[in-house]
């Protein structure tokens, strides 16, 4: 067994930097009580990842944490009381303060805890030895579990059994991928997969929101396509999505996008959306909001008119795209045949100039034919369409001269009638 306390590598010291958590550590770590910056926060900073939120664990219960934050006159908002977790705010900046715990029992997914003032017996609790470090005030960062090492290895492990873990809590199966997508490197680790399948009948007792946002924060993650194939491969991710992933088409959507944004949302469509019926589905199943399955759906559509074409399309093809599906469905089209066809600059262009097109709605309603005589009634229905049909051949110009005429020759054409 390594030794658990050693002095924290500079990178992690330098969380304890950060004034406002000096604060609340000054406050929460003394007389007979002890307090730490844990989990996440402690692994991105030995990461050299951005820190985006500082979780502390105490040995005072939530009470003694209520009392310290008004006597110090901070504000504290009792955002997870039942689980020990009270939310102090120094400068209007979160933290998230727990009280150290240890699982009595558990049932698959939520569990009953009581309080303790170990905090060995708090990182066995949980899930990966990456995310059950401490640091505390002094320097010292404790490793009871060999987190260290894993982080230097980028070895995502489960904490003891991974039956066992996972049998406690399901969601931990998801979570293991997502933090081999997001940490780790190399091979996922075999005992781990290993449990995942033999405990996958558990998956079936997560809600559906807790499965959409672990898929779409796997999706995030920097190693997604990869891991994503290692998860198809075990079949479990099909199960999921109730679809047969496709993670080739999602590793060459994200190397196609490599310098963009992440896009989790397009990177679930190159995974698993061929049909608009699909987007439905995953509506469903994972509980997407409306606007997102209806992005899916525009998106579906698009791809759809562009299939089994083997190179991006000329520009007045681009911009019927556009037109007919308007151009964010058809920017993700493009990105979504740009990724089965295996990308490369002609497909990077034409996705550039979708993304530099303006939107385009044709630029004329019944009102401008009612203004020039056209009479009221199905003839302006007819009108506009031929308008619309003309507007579309000559590319879908935009200058006024160019519209003036298209309409001059539109309404002669119909007073002749
Ligand atoms: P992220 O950057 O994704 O928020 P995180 O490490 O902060 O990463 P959280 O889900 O916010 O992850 O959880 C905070 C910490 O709580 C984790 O680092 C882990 O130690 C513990 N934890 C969270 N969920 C579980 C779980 N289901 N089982 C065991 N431990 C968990
Ligand atoms: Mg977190």
């Given at each position: 067994m390594s030794m658990v306390a050693v002095a924290a590598p500079a990178r992690a010291k330098a969380l304890l930097e950060h004034q406002d958590l000096a604060r609340i550590l000054a406050l929460l770590d003394?007389?007979?009580?002890?307090?730490?910056?844990?989990?996440?926060?402690?692994?991105?900073?030995?990461?050299?990842r951005p820190v985006t939120?500082?979780?502390?664990?105490?040995?005072?219960?939530?009470?003694?944490?209520?009392?310290?934050?008004q006597a110090a006159k901070l504000k504290s908002v009792p955002t997870g009381l039942a689980?020990?977790?009270?939310?102090?705010?120094?400068?209007?900046?979160?933290f998230e303060v727990t009280s150290l715990r240890e699982d009595i029992e558990t049932d698959g997914r939520h569990a009953k805890?009581?309080?303790?003032?170990?905090?060995?017996?708090?990182?066995?609790?949980?899930?990966?030895?990456?995310?059950?470090l401490s640091l505390s005030r002094d320097g010292m960062l404790y490793d009871y579990v060999g987190g260290l090492a894993d982080i230097e290895a980028r070895r995502l492990r489960f904490i003891g059994d991974p039956v066992a873990r996972i049998r406690e809590d399901y969601l931990r199966i998801l979570r293991f991928f997502r933090f081999a997508a997001a940490y780790g490197e190399g091979p996922l680790d075999g005992p781990a997969v290993l449990a995942c399948l033999r405990e996958r009948e558990g998956l079936a007792r997560l809600s559906r929101e807790r499965v959409r946002s672990e898929i779409l924060k796997l999706l995030a993650a920097p190693r997604a396509g990869e891991v994503t194939r290692e998860f198809s491969e075990t079949g479990l991710l099909g199960t999921l999505l109730s679809?047969?992933?496709?993670?080739?088409?999602?590793i060459n959507l994200l190397r196609f996008s490599a310098d963009e944004p992440r896009d989790s949302l397009l990177a679930l469509a190159a995974l698993c959306v061929n049909l608009p019926e699909d987007a439905e589905r995953l509506r469903e199943g994972l509980?997407?909001?409306?606007?997102?399955?209806q992005r899916l759906a525009e998106a579906a559509a698009a791809f759809l008119s562009l299939h089994g074409i083997e190179a991006p399309p000329v520009a007045a093809a681009l911009l019927r795209l556009i037109f007919r599906y308007g151009r964010q469905a058809a920017g993700d089209a493009l990105a979504l045949a740009a990724a089965e066809r295996g990308g490369g600059a002609a497909w990077r262009e034409a996705l550039a100039f979708v993304r530099a097109a303006p939107e385009l709605r044709l630029p004329f309603s019944g009102a401008d034919l009612i203004a020039r005589g056209v009479p009221d009634g199905k003839e302006?229905?007819?009108?506009?369409?031929?308008?619309r049909k003309r507007w579309i051949e000559a590319g879908f110009p935009q200058d006024r001269e160019k519209l003036?005429?298209?309409l001059d020759a539109v309404v002669a054409a119909r007073l002749k009638h």
């Open positions: 003394r007389d007979g009580e002890e307090a730490r910056v844990v989990g996440g926060a402690v692994r991105n900073s030995l990461l050299g939120e500082i979780d502390i664990a105490t040995t005072a219960t939530p009470e003694i944490v209520m009392a310290r934050a689980h020990g977790t009270i939310m102090l705010l120094v400068e209007s900046k979160p805890v009581k309080f303790s003032r170990d905090f060995a017996v708090d990182a066995r609790r949980r899930d990966f030895t990456i995310n059950a679809s047969a992933p496709n993670p080739a088409r999602l509980r997407l909001s409306n606007s997102e399955s302006i229905g007819e009108a506009l369409k031929e308008l003036q005429a298209l």
